[in-house]
């Protein structure tokens, strides 16, 4: 699996851009941390990489955001007060996951049946110590999304 510290949050939202930059209809990035670990800048960057002009701000009460002002379709879903797959499908987040553009999902972790098979999975670490460091690993679960473990590396 790709690893690499990202160094400030300039660059866990560069990372997010080359993401978005190269993702292309049916994307879906998994993002994986704890509280505070950088999720939100990763899903504003992939936002910019799209192309999205307005901010993308975390949709935890909101539950998703849609933007439509870039190349495709951008949704970006928070499953931190999701309960489960039955309420997740509820509020309508399998359509969003699975639709038409591109989908970051943060908290993937806590709902992982509403991801497609073939997904990337982004986990987050903070490094102990350097409060702006960050840990990250790209782990593609299956060949659509193998192409985007090369990002870490450009």
């Known amino acids: 699996m790709p690893r690499r510290r990202l160094r400030s949050a300039a660059a866990t939202r560069a990372l997010g851009e080359r993401l978005g930059q190269r993702a292309e209809a049916g994307a879906v990035f998994a993002l994986v941390g704890a509280l505070g670990a950088g999720k939100t800048l990763l899903a504003g ?42 309420e997740a499908e509820a509020a309508g987040l399998l359509e969003a996951i699975h639709g038409r553009g591109v989908c970051a999902v943060e908290w993937a972790d806590r709902v992982p049946d509403l991801l497609p098979a073939d997904h990337l999975w982004v986990e987050i670490r903070p490094v102990a110590g350097r409060p702006n460091e960050r840990d990250v690993i ?10 985007f473990e090369a990002v870490l590396h450009g």
Request: aromatic share 6%.
């Open 138 to 147: 790209l782990r593609a679960t299956g060949p659509r999304h193998a192409p």
């Open 45 to 86: 960057g992939i936002g910019a990489g799209l192309g999205v002009r307005g901010p993308v701000a975390s949709p935890t009460f909101v539950l998703c955001m849609l933007h439509e002002d870039g190349r495709l379709p951008f949704a970006h879903v928070d499953l931190y007060r999701v309960a489960g797959l039955a």
